[in-house]
Nanobody, 121 residues
Framework: QVQLVESGGGLVQAGDSLKLSCVFR????????IGWFRQAPGKEREYVAR????????EHADSVKGRFIISRQNDKNTVYLQMNSLKPEDTAVYYC??????????????WGRGTQVTVSS
């Protein structure tokens, strides 16, 4: 019943910006913490950012801190990832995930199918 759908990926040049969206459907959005992960070809899935149910807490991985910003609009059942100063090493499929508070985010109950971000040099 729960569905997470990412959008907003694309092909950009280094230094450009993109804003990803993840729309949540099928359950109560505010019951969940939301996170972003990414996976590049030949690499393990990597944590990117997370945000709490009320959006009072947000955290970003060191690799993207100062460049990416996670946010959510609960009235739209949507979480965003604003990506600035993109680098070629940011190239990956980006996934959003929904998890219950108090549980590790990588054990999230629901995952989207991903959106491709490609950054050329």
């Amino acid at each position: 019943q729960v569905q997470l759908v990412e959008s907003g990926g694309g092909l950009v040049q280094a230094g450009d910006s993109l804003k990803l969206s993840c729309v949540f459907r099928g359950d109560t959005f505010t019951d969940y913490n939301i996170g972003w992960f990414r996976q590049a070809p030949g690499k393990e899935r990597e944590y990117v950012a997370r945000i709490s149910r009320s959006a009072q807490m947000a955290e970003h991985a060191d690799s993207v801190k100062g460049r990416f910003i996670i946010s959510r609009q609960n009235d739209k059942n949507t979480v965003y990832l604003q990506m600035n100063s993109l680098k070629p090493e940011d190239t990956a499929v980006y996934y959003c995930a929904a998890g219950f508070p108090g549980r590790p985010l990588n054990e999230a109950a629901y995952w989207g199918r991903g959106t491709q971000v490609t950054v050329s040099s």
